[in-house]
């Protein structure tokens, strides 16, 4: 019998589409070459325009999913998503608590790319006191950063990304990737931060169309390269270009978002030609 591949667990939400969530992160995964675990936070009603509803899974049975696996198998990363609820983040973090030498990879999913509202002030509470202090990399987009590390006793504040990540590094994570997608740039510039400022900044030709799952796509390549034992920066520097990739051949299944093609690498040349034309 061969040896195992190297394997993630994730938490996360499912998502029906395959969009983004657990789906997304299986997907992913195993396209990085690991086996993915999966443990769900939630159960959503969603399509490709956005989440219409989120129901929280009962810690009790977050927490015997996790327990379950754990005993039986090594893991070698973990990567959480949408959390749910207070509770779920309590328990996670309990989990997590007796895993300290393996790497976490954090996506703060607080709304969807509709806008959606996913996770309440006192979940962001939660996930700066219990989370974010054993998180290895955190991959807020640029509006996720800012509500991270707003001073909320402040009503003015209105932090550059610079000084985001900086007030993220210091709830205790190690290393911070502040994402572009959302910012008026000609082209996206993602930046990985950590204790020492600024450890490599990345621009990438900005696509057409609107991207469902880009977010879980790139945190879950990153866990599942940390898994293969890839050092932060190169981890960062290679699942960017594989995200990218990801959206380049992404499709639009619905009347909503592009999804990222996980396994474009797999097309054929002839598969690439039926793709449709894309939105100027």
């Keep these: 019998m061969s040896e195992s591949?190297?394997?993630?667990?994730?938490?996360?939400?499912?998502?029906?589409?395959?969009?983004?969530?657990?789906?997304?992160?299986?997907?992913?995964?195993?396209?990085?070459?690991?086996?993915?675990?999966?443990?769900?936070?939630a159960i959503t009603v969603q399509d490709t325009g956005g989440v219409d509803d989120v129901l929280a899974m009962d810690p009790e049975w977050v927490l015997d999913q996790a327990r379950?696996?754990?005993e039986d198998v090594p893991v070698a990363a973990f990567k959480i998503g949408l959390l749910g609820s207070?509770?779920?983040?309590?328990?996670?973090?309990e989990i997590l608590a007796d895993y300290p030498d393996i790497p976490l990879v954090l996506d703060p999913v607080l709304?969807?790319?509709?806008?959606?509202?996913?996770?309440?002030?006192?979940?962001?509470?939660a996930m700066?006191?219990?989370?974010?202090?054993?998180?290895?990399?955190?991959?807020?987009?640029?509006?996720?950063a800012r509500r991270l590390a707003l001073d909320e006793d402040n009503e003015d504040d209105d932090p550059?990304?610079?000084?985001?990540a900086k007030r993220i590094l210091r709830m205790g994570c190690e290393y911070v990737l502040i994402?572009?997608?959302?910012?008026?740039?000609?082209?996206?510039?993602?930046?990985?931060?950590g204790e020492s400022g600024v450890l490599r900044s990345d621009s990438w030709a900005r696509l057409p169309g609107i991207y469902h799952g880009s977010g879980c796509?790139?945190?879950?390549?990153?866990?599942?390269?940390?898994?293969?034992?890839?050092?932060?920066?190169?981890?960062?520097?290679?699942?960017?270009?594989?995200?990218?990739?990801?959206?380049?051949?992404?499709?639009?299944?619905?009347?909503?978002?592009?999804i990222p093609d996980r396994l474009f690498w797999a097309r054929g040349e002839e598969d690439d030609e039926q793709q449709p034309e894309r939105p100027d």
């Design 5 to 41: 591949f190297p394997l993630v667990m994730s938490f996360a939400a499912t998502d029906p589409s395959g969009g983004a969530g657990l789906q997304a992160d299986i997907l992913t995964i195993s396209s990085i070459g690991c086996h993915p675990l999966s443990v769900v936070t």
């Design 68 to 70: 379950a696996m754990l």
């Design 86 to 93: 207070v509770e779920n983040i309590a328990a996670i973090a």
């Design 111 to 125: 709304a969807s790319g509709r806008g959606d509202e996913l996770a309440s002030e006192d979940m962001l509470d």
């Design 128 to 144: 700066r006191e219990l989370l974010i202090p054993q998180t290895t990399i955190i991959t807020p987009n640029s509006m996720e």
């Design 160 to 164: 550059a990304l610079d000084e985001c």
């Design 179 to 193: 994402t572009g997608t959302h910012e008026q740039t000609p082209k996206v510039i993602n930046t990985l931060y």
């Design 217 to 258: 796509t790139l945190s879950a390549a990153i866990a599942a390269l940390l898994a293969q034992d890839v050092n932060i920066a190169e981890a960062v520097k290679e699942a960017q270009e594989y995200t990218w990739q990801t959206l380049q051949a992404g499709f639009r299944p619905g009347m909503g978002q592009y």
